[in-house]
């Protein structure tokens, strides 16, 4: 496995400028990712800060992690949390169809990876847990995968049929076994049947069958493939969540209208920086969702009373709701930040580009409810080049830097040279000149000879007929090495830039473990990857 390392740009400008240590961008957070003296520092304020809740903690993610199947090491992680000197690296994701995107697996091996450094670098115990956003009641945007179709030339996007009544989070929505197995069946149609194929289906079917929701099935998929690794997982909505965060969204509904202060202020400071807004914050939101029935609806203020879409409520109201039923709230982006700092030790935050430029809208909200900003450090970022991919780079002419910084430019600059073929001009060129010396012949010998005119039409048409037939036969050899090009080109695009996005944001990882392994995981987790904001370009 070889790897380089490329610091290409990110898309997301205060992103960007975050992972490359600009003080207009660090002074939005309360530390610097890449410095050692941040997590000393960082330490040194959780001890400050007792967590009362540890052993409810450990047993309600005990309880979770053996019901879902977890690794014996993952549980032996959970035991770890009960010492008050334990800390976390925590990220988390929505919960995709077989396990959604690469950047999610990443992700993933990322905390795994952390927690073991940090544990040796800082001689404390640091445990990887993995959020899973199984509140997320965007179904749109979690019931698809995409993978490579047509012998590798075009992206394809299957998508799993899921319901679409009402509001349901991801948490309570079931599915159909019979809709996901033809989902699984049209999946590994366009795969290629290799060695590990038959594990890799009997992998999906077997944690399938123990789901209930597309949240269970994804939890299951994970710890199979990282649980040996230790990693622990949480899910949004579970009860014990609930209960615990309770004094929290008491605090919430209590300093609702701080809270969206200082929204507004960050969003005002972010963009007198020269950065776009990633939040539309508004004076009335809430920050907060309720569920009503199984819908999760969003709650926003409006005077003295708090309104759903279909109730209203006064402040006391959620305050007995909260007391008495806290399964009925859910955290939105700005809240979810807040739970997670509040019920566990967090010594860093995994976060994609989205996320680190949504929580620089969160340092003084933080501080509003007691709790510091932990270091904020940007997840990893892989490219998978498989062997046959680094051949057709190499006859296309073109470097991995390339396809990943400006694969379009590239691509509008083949497309050109594809223009009409060098020769065009001459064979015009040839074919007037041809005429200009013929036809003055052809003339003197019908005036001559005036029976043997269409003699000698017909043999100036062979003539042309020559000079056409190799033009032709020029065009058609050109035309089949351009599509060769083209075939190449296309294959370079689905597999390294599909649909102009980096791999990872597309391709899942089941295809990859299809062609390599499902313990192609345990390879990146042991790779020496670096955790400095560069892009890794792995070569399998």
Known sequence: MKIECVALPLANPLSNAYQQGKADALQFFAYHPYRSDSYRERIAWLTERPIPHRNELADGLYAYNSQIGNHPEALAQIERLRCTQTLVVVGGQQAGVLTGPLYTIYKAVHLVQAAKRLSKELQTEVVPVFWIAGEDHDIDEIDHLYWLAEGGTALRKGRLALPRKGRPSASMLPFDPDECRRFLADFFADQTETEYTAVIRDLLEETLASSKTLADWFARLMARLFGKHGLVLVESSLPFVRKLEQPMFRAILEQNEQLAGLLMDAAERIEAAGYPQQLQVKAHQANLFLYEDQDR???????????????????????????????????????????????????????????????????????????????????????????????????????????????????????????????????????????????????????????????????????????????????????????????????????????????????????????????????????????????????L
């Not at 005077?303 to 109201?317: D, M, P």
């Not at 400006?406 to 073929?421: I, L, M, Q, V, Y």
């Not at 007037?432 to 003339?443: A, H, Q």
Request: hydrophobic letters at 45%; glycine letters at 6%; charged letters at 30%.
């Open 297 to 539: 609806l969003l709650l926003e203020r409006h005077g003295e009373r708090f309104v759903t879409r279909r109730c209203s409520y006064t402040r006391e109201e959620l305050l007995r709701l909260a007391e008495m039923e806290p399964e009925r709230f859910s955290a939105n982006v700005v809240t979810r930040p807040l739970m997670q700092e509040y019920l566990f030790p967090t010594l860093a935050f995994v976060a994609g580009p989205g996320e680190v430029a949504y929580w620089a809208y969160l340092k003084e909200v933080f501080e509003l409810f007691g709790l510091r900003l932990p270091i904020v450090l940007p997840r990893l970022s892989v490219t998978l080049v498989e062997g046959a991919m680094e051949r057709l780079m190499r006859e296309c002419g073109i470097t991995i830097e390339q396809m990943l910084r400006d694969f379009a430019g590239w691509k509008a600059e083949w497309e050109a040279r594809r223009a009409p073929h060098p020769l065009a001009g001459r064979f015009t060129e040839v074919r007037e000149g041809l005429l200009d010396i013929y036809r003055p012949l052809v003339d003197e010998v019908i005036r001559l000879e005036p029976g043997m005119r269409k003699l000698a039409e017909k043999n100036v048409g062979m003539l042309m007929a020559q000079v056409d037939f190799l033009e032709k036969r020029l065009l058609r050899l050109l035309d089949q090495r351009e599509d060769v090009g083209r075939v190449r080109v296309q294959r370079l695009e689905a597999a390294l830039a599909p649909e102009g996005a980096w791999q990872e944001r597309k391709l899942s990882y089941v295809s990859f473990a299809n062609k390599h392994g499902l313990d192609l995981v345990d390879r990146l987790i042991e790779a020496p990857l670096a955790h400095d904001g560069r892009h890794h370009v792995i070569y």
